[in-house]
């Protein structure tokens, strides 16, 4: 029998496109939400008061929030501004439900378990790109003294003696949540611990800057070899958030695929290397106005080749919206996902608009068409929403996007700032019966 789609039967808002518009103009581009995630699971580490700043207004972190409050901690969130009273962390048990909406939420166990000696988190669960499990944590727990053992679905770890130990880790692969977890673990350990083979990706440059400010010791960051030597104790902190490299390749892309020139700021142009580099291959050029603004100035769109690697490689979460460009762009252009193994879904719903795109195993070949048309699209994951709504500014009539919970996990404020650029663009929210 044929297994419905449960995402099919979403009857939330819808987001409407009517595409073909130019674009022109200037985006104000958010905070980055892996870092804020990440810097909020590591709060937990301060018996203080931490105050982060340029926070972007995302479901992600509403869910967050909602997690530490679980926990006993105080949040307020205002204007970009998240204060986080830390001084209570009353339980060591995060619960499901919460746990199991976000996957970055599970990152808490290395907190958890330097601060109190003790953590019970529920297994993050399947997700809709890939099984990701999260064995490399729970083995870098183990070197640094944590006995783990994993009970109807739930991860407890536990300290003999209540701290953790410095100690040598080797990830089996460069994983961006397992070196955030073990940055927070070894934070509060006694003694020296060395990461290697770690992810090198800006958002845990910018977590251990923000441990760093609270009087943590690591050195390394930013490199695949992390060093962090334990302190007793961190203290309060006040701490603002790096620019969303993501968010700033989607408005990049979104230049490129309407042809239009648009500027973002602020942005740390050295992250974007391997999308700016791309951006050139496919034909536009990308040109840097001040130290911390980007312009795309758009040319003609060509085809190229993308492999998603870790960080200083190009970002799997930019895979989607590329693949967007490269429906449209002459030639044949080949995308390898190497980082996840079950994210190209969005094919399939590119392909309803008209993209010419065949997959094989991790391997997507898109033959560039002159245009694409206006269709009924189901978001599948994040990224995947901004490649549809991507797709939707440059085809011809309307696209209407469902599966906006999607989207709103990850862009704040998406619509506003397109139609700041020009777009003609509308959600509409299903009608309530009575
Ligand atoms: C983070 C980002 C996500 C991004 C990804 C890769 C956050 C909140 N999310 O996710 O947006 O797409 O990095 O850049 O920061 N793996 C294991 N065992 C583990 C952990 C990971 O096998 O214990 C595998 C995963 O299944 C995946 C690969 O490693 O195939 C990369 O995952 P990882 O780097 O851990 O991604 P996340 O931290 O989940």
Redesign the pocket.
């Known amino acids: 029998m044929p297994t419905q789609n449960p995402e099919a039967l979403d009857d939330g808002p819808t987001l409407h496109i009517w595409g073909g518009q130019p674009l022109a103009g200037h985006v104000q581009i958010s905070g980055a939400k892996?870092s804020v995630?990440?810097i909020m699971a590591a709060a937990l580490l301060c018996p203080d008061h931490c105050r982060l700043r340029n926070v972007p207004n995302l479901t992600d972190i509403a869910r967050m929030n909602q997690v530490l409050e679980a926990l006993g901690i105080g949040v307020n969130y205002q204007n970009g501004v998240l204060d986080l009273d830390t001084h209570h962390l009353t339980t060591s048990k995060a619960p499901y439900d919460l746990v199991s909406k976000l996957?970055?939420s599970f990152f808490i166990i290395g907190s958890l378990v330097a601060r109190l000696g003790t953590a019970r988190v529920p297994l993050p669960g399947g997700c809709a790109i890939?099984?990701?499990?999260?064995?490399?944590?729970v083995r870098g727990l183990q070197t640094l003294g944590a006995q783990v053992r994993i009970e109807h679905g739930i991860v407890h770890a536990d300290v003999p003696g209540g701290k953790l130990k410095g100690g040598k880790i080797y990830l089996d692969?460069p994983?961006?949540?397992?070196t955030e977890t073990l940055i927070m673990a070894a934070t509060l350990a006694e003694g020296e611990t060395t990461i290697e083979n770690a992810?090198q990706?800006p958002?845990v440059s910018d977590l251990a800057n923000f441990c760093r400010a609270m009087g943590a010791r690591i050195r390394g960051a930013g490199t695949n070899t992390i060093t962090i030597s334990g302190v007793p104790r961190l203290h309060a902190v006040d701490y603002s958030i790096i620019p969303d490299r993501i968010e700033a390749g989607t408005f990049l892309v979104a230049g490129a695929i309407t042809q239009s020139e648009i500027s973002l700021s602020p942005v740390i142009p050295d992250h974007l290397s391997p999308v700016i580099a791309k951006l050139r291959d496919m034909g536009s050029d990308v040109v840097q106005d001040t130290v911390n603004s980007l312009r795309i100035i758009p040319n003609r769109r060509v085809a190229t080749d993308i492999e998603t690697l870790?960080y200083p490689g190009f970002?799997?979460?930019m895979q989607a919206q590329f693949m967007a460009l490269m429906t449209l762009s002459e030639g044949n252009s080949v995308i390898t996902e190497t980082?996840?193994?079950n994210r190209l879904r969005h094919v399939a719903e590119l392909v309803r608009m008209g993209a010419d795109i065949r997959l094989k195993g991790h391997n997507a070949i898109i033959q560039g068409v002159p245009f694409l048309s206006g269709a009924p699209v189901m978001a599948t994951d994040l990224r995947a929403s901004a490649a549809l709504v991507l797709a939707g500014l440059a085809a011809q009539g309307e696209t209407v996007v469902k599966g906006l919970h999607h989207l709103d996990r990850g862009y704040d404020n998406l619509e506003a700032k397109l139609r700041g650029l020009g777009a003609k663009l509308e959600r509409v929210n299903p009608t309530v019966m009575e």
């Not at 890939?130 to 944590?137: M, N």
């Not at 994983?175 to 397992?178: K, L, M």
């Open positions: 892996n995630l990440a996957r970055a890939g099984a990701r499990p999260v064995d490399l944590h692969y994983s961006v949540g397992a992810a990706e958002e870790p970002p799997t979460d980082v996840f193994e």
